[in-house]
């Protein structure tokens, strides 16, 4: 079974511009979480979207966005690039079925490694 | 709001050591902890989850429900056990799943 995929690798912006990232979940999750990996911060959630909709979401300002297609891929937004945004985004998908039916295990992806100059 | 907070970034100890990593959360309703870990060049991975009571690569991890800890445990460290560890949480029957800001282990020979 194929991994989580994250296009691209690696980035590089200036600030002001805009990014997306793509992501590419385990074949039959249908939950894909977004996390933005800082060495000061850790991991911070972004949001969460389960059958395209979005279901969970961190504290992000607007300019971080999201969206899910019906196969279950997902890409995430960010406009008006700050030199604060360079991270490594991660993506994770799970079955998100609930807990009854899904383990909680998150399967991440390798990561966008974004450098906002 | 839901917290997870891992205390120590950075622990170090020697091999056949016993080390714990701590993890304590705060949240007022039935959550489920999870232990990540990350090794060296790999992606981010679960170790154990408090559900399952079960033994991973030697580290257990008790859910202490009055001190609202999650530490995770191993008696006798390896040095491939260096890594980076996070602990998460969740909200039962909901996939928001939040991190602590993760502790770095280095077992040396």
């Known amino acids: 079974k194929a991994g989580v995929t994250q296009t691209p690798r690696y980035l590089i912006k200036t600030r002001g511009q805009q990014v997306t990232l793509s992501c590419s979940p385990i074949s039959g999750h249908r939950s894909v979480s977004w996390y933005q990996q800082t060495p000061g911060q850790g991991l911070q959630f972004l949001f969460e979207y389960f059958s395209e909709t979005q279901r969970n979401k961190g504290n992000f300002p607007g300019r971080f966005s999201g969206r899910q297609f019906s196969n279950s891929r997902s890409e995430m937004n960010v406009s008006t690039l700050e030199l604060g945004d360079s991270a490594l985004y991660l993506c994770?998908?799970?079955?998100?079925?609930?807990?009854?039916?899904?383990?909680?295990?998150?399967?991440f992806g390798e990561g966008s490694r974004l450098t906002v100059l | 709001a839901q917290r997870v907070t891992q205390p120590e970034k950075l622990l170090s100890v020697f091999k056949g050591a016993p080390v714990e990593l701590k993890c304590n959360y705060s949240y007022s309703g039935s959550p489920e902890l999870f232990w990540y870990v990350q090794y060296s060049r790999q992606r981010l991975q679960l170790l154990l989850r408090?559900?399952s009571r079960e033994s991973i690569k030697g580290f257990t991890a008790d859910l202490n429900k009055g001190e609202t800890s999650f530490h995770l445990k191993k008696p006798f460290a390896q040095e491939e056990d260096s890594a980076m560890y996070y602990c998460?949480?969740?909200?039962?029957?909901?996939?928001?799943?939040?991190f602590g800001a993760g502790t770095r282990l280095t077992v040396k020979p």
């Open positions: 408090h559900i």
């Open positions: 998460a949480l969740r909200w039962w029957n909901n996939n928001d799943m939040r």
């Open positions: 994770a998908s799970s079955g998100g079925q609930g807990a009854i039916m899904d383990t909680g295990e998150l399967f």
